[in-house]
């Protein structure tokens, strides 16, 4: 079995050799012999003893509360608490991380796209950039529940064509109307626009925003705030009641 000094089990822990004498000191890590000369010589299980301590060091427990946990009849059942708790905060951590990387790489993309920005411009890609995956969900909804209805076009034409039977492509018509016109309203109650003039976000009427010339991201409207006309962007709006 091995055996290890107090510099080794230092060294093995990422800690100093005063830490694990004065944990000797404390009682909380006493070494399983002493060597001839008088050397602390610590077994697999102080190893396996220490870097527990150092878990609850790291997780903000005191000393005292450390040893208390110790010498339960069950101190397994605790400490294993105390992990789950460390690994959804250390989760939770990672994944806010990750949310403002992939926000700084999305303003950074969006400031390739311009020669020349301002405080203003970085603010229309701040909140283009905040309701993007949420645009994007959206347009996808759309496309999902459109299928059907495109199923259903295809079944009728075949029917009026093969069988000389009209009348589904009619219930189609009707369907396509009322999906449409739910649609559309949903989606422009979803989503306001982005002036590149004075670089106010406003909504624009339903008749407005629906017969607009467009493109995926940016829609031909009139600013009611400066009157400019021209391609406003189209950013999420959904969030505001």
């Not at 946990?69 to 951590?93: A, F, G, R, Y």
């Not at 034409?157 to 559309?184: D, E, H, R």
Request: proline share 3%; charged share 25%; hydrophobic share 40%.
């Amino acid at each position: 079995m091995s055996k290890y000094t107090t510099g080794e089990i230092a060294k093995l822990c990422g800690v100093t050799v005063r830490t694990v004498q004065y944990y000797d000191t404390r009682g909380i890590l006493i070494p399983s012999e002493l060597s001839e000369g008088g050397r602390r010589l610590y077994s697999e299980e102080d190893l396996k003893r220490m870097k527990i301590i150092c878990f609850l060091r790291e997780v903000g427990l005191p000393l005292d509360s450390i040893l208390q946990i110790l010498k339960e009849e069950h101190p397994e059942k605790v400490i294993s608490l105390l992990i789950q708790q460390q690994e959804k905060t250390l989760s939770d951590e990672i994944s806010g991380k990750e949310k403002k990387l992939e926000k700084l790489r999305d303003l950074k993309d969006g400031l390739k796209s311009k020669a020349v920005f301002s405080l203003e411009s970085i603010g229309d890609i701040a909140v283009f950039m905040e309701g993007k995956k949420k645009l994007k969900n959206m347009r996808w909804m759309m496309i999902l529940t459109g299928l059907p209805v495109t199923a259903l076009q295809w079944v009728s034409i075949l029917f009026w064509i093969i069988k000389g039977i009209w009348w589904p492509f009619v219930v189609w018509v009707f369907v396509a109307a009322v999906w449409g016109t739910l649609v559309s309203r949903y989606y422009f109650d979803h989503v306001k626009y982005i002036c590149p003039e004075c670089h106010e976000v406003f909504k624009p009427t339903l008749k407005d925003a629906f017969f607009a010339n467009h493109t995926p991201s940016a829609r031909k409207l009139t600013c009611v705030s400066c009157g400019h006309r021209g391609y406003c962007i189209e950013v999420w709006g959904g969030d505001e009641k």
